[in-house]
């Protein structure tokens, strides 16, 4: 399926329709160990912890790397910013050093009368970002290009086509840590998946 793309000075914005449903987009948005299956910009290394994110204010470590030199490497700290479950979950992008104020921003609606599908817009956003930080990473912005990013939402389907139903947990985020375990997703391990 194509996608709508939409490029300013200080955003993308992404548009797909999924074939997968929201709880299982859901489950892969919410999970950080999961993350890196959906990045076709391969700098999302793996998470450092398996649970999923809970609401607004959590945080979550991603090992990244930017090119192929062990210097590359480095660690972002995510802050939840905005969180509804099964709607919309959105991030701002530091280190534990200093914050760089760029967000990544899901947002999904159920789409047709059997739920199979799932209307997703990524906005990647970077007008809160401090110009220091943009200038640090060495390259314009957007970080990730447009082709990679749709490209992303395209993994998003495929890993969220191939999570198992949910059922007979006691909560939904013990299901998800449970798959995630289950599937072997620890650090690094996430992105040669």
Do not use: K
Not at 55 to 65: P, V
Not at 67 to 94: K, L
């Amino acid at each position: 399926m194509s996608a709508n793309v939409s490029v300013t000075e200080t955003q993308v914005v992404i548009d797909r329709v999924l074939d997968a449903p929201v709880d299982a987009v859901w489950r892969v948005l919410s999970t950080p160990a999961l993350h890196a299956a959906a990045d076709a910009s391969e700098m999302v290394r793996g998470a450092r912890q398996l649970r999923p994110v809970f609401g607004l204010g959590d945080t979550f470590e991603m090992d990244m790397q930017r090119g192929p030199e062990a210097s590359d490497r480095y660690v972002v700290v995510n802050t939840v910013i905005s969180f509804t479950p099964r709607r919309t979950i959105a991030w701002e992008v530091n280190t534990a050093e200093r914050s760089l104020g760029w967000t990544w921003r899901y947002d999904l609606r159920p789409v047709g009368s059997v739920g199979t599908r799932t209307a997703v817009r990524l906005t990647y956003d970077w007008a809160g970002a401090d110009p220091e930080a943009l200038a640090s990473i060495g390259r314009p912005m957007p970080a990730i290009s447009p082709p990679l990013l749709v490209r992303g939402m395209e993994l998003l389907e495929v890993e969220a086509a191939l999570l198992e139903p949910v059922e007979d947990v006691a909560t939904p985020s013990e299901a998800v840590v449970s798959q995630a375990q289950a599937d072997g997703l620890v650090g690094s391990e996430a992105h040669e998946r």
